[in-house]
């Protein structure tokens, strides 16, 4: 491989920082809305995954024993 291809490829301090500040920027922004972004994620999934009815629910023969 030459030289000049190689030095091409050299990514310097000045432009690492460049990307990871700006990766940093976008995964804080991420994590501030991220309650905002796990609903409209569960959102969109039940609209794929929409039931017609719920599921009953059926109490366990041992409800009564639950509820002490």
Do not use: I
């Not at 310097?12 to 796990?38: C, E, H, I, R, Y």
């Not at 959102?43 to 509820?67: C, I, W």
């Amino acid at each position: 491989m030459r030289f000049e291809s190689l030095l091409a490829l050299y990514g310097g301090p000045d432009q690492v920082m460049t990307v990871t500040s700006g990766l940093a920027s976008l995964l804080g922004l991420l994590l501030l809305f991220w309650n905002k972004v796990v609903g409209f994620f569960f959102k969109v999934v039940r609209m794929f995954r929409h039931s017609e009815a719920p599921a009953a629910t059926e109490p366990s023969k041992d409800a009564s024993k639950d509820t002490l």
